[in-house]
């Protein structure tokens, strides 16, 4: 089976199954900047469910979501405990920390190849249709003081995803960017 | 799953409590059961130790 390393965590992966990237490491990077002893984390669409096994060190409860059937048993293999669900539709309470790795890419219908594999990718159009649909209920599913935690590229629309987050009742700023070949990546800290 | 996550599942649709039935277990979580919702009259399977929350019409 093949695994990937990060730091200190080995993560095994699967077939059909997000690999871990650049946008995963940086993701991970902020939660481990952001993160509070004994907070309740969600993670939403895990994928490989990496992140996750990053907060399970540090967090009181951890719990991951994925529409991905190959994802989630690929998470549970990692060690986390993962619910098969349409972003966070499954779920009720409330969370101090919730971190999300979108399918952010600008994707036209020509383009779609359909399958889970495009899934993971496959932002809609203009790259945040999953983003809009994750931010809607977003801040009922905050604790008080708690913060989201959202990777967006620059072919995404920063500015567009920062003001939706903000019209999202949240309190936005920039976290970690990387810049690379093709795009450049930020980490959107929103607080409630 | 471990019988903790109840208290964070709730029904997709309708977002009321579920009813969690185990058909197995191991000494550490529920293997094989399920989740109903009486108010949607709809059960959510819990396979491998997954629940499986999507609505039937996107369950593969």
């Not at chain 1, 987050?165 to 093709?182: I, K, N, T, Y």
Request: net charge negative; hydrophobic share 40%.
């Amino acid at each position: 089976m093949t695994s990937i390393t990060y730091r200190d965590k080995t993560i095994q992966l699967a077939s059909h199954v997000y690999e871990p990237a650049e946008d995963s490491f940086l993701l991970v990077d902020a939660l481990l900047e952001n993160i509070r002893n004994g907070d309740r984390v969600l993670e939403v669409g895990c994928g490989s469910g990496i992140v996750s096994v990053f907060a399970s060190d540090i967090a009181s409860m951890v719990v991951a979501t994925d529409l991905n059937p190959y994802a989630v048993r690929c998470a549970a293999g990692n060690g986390v405990t993962v619910v098969r669900t349409d972003l966070y539709a499954g779920l009720k309470g409330t969370f101090d920390l919730i971190v999300f790795n979108p399918p952010y890419l600008p994707t036209s219908k020509n383009e779609r190849l359909g399958g889970w594999d495009d899934m993971m990718l496959d932002g809609g159009p203009d790259g945040r249709r999953t983003i809009a649909r994750f931010l809607k209920g977003i801040r009922e599913l905050l604790s008080q003081g708690g913060r989201v935690l959202l990777l967006v590229s620059s072919l995404t629309g920063v500015s567009e995803v920062r003001r939706s987050m903000q019209d999202a009742g949240l309190a936005v700023e920039p976290m970690l960017e990387s810049r690379h070949f093709f795009e450049q990546l930020i980490v959107l800290k929103g607080s409630k | 799953m471990k019988h903790e996550l109840m208290e964070i599942l709730c029904c997709p649709m309708c977002k009321g409590d579920l009813v969690l039935t185990v058909d197995e277990e191991d000494d550490k979580e529920i293997i094989k059961g399920s989740l109903f919702c009486g108010k949607c009259n709809e059960h959510y399977p819990i396979e491998d130790g997954i629940p499986n929350m999507l609505p039937p019409d996107l369950r593969e």
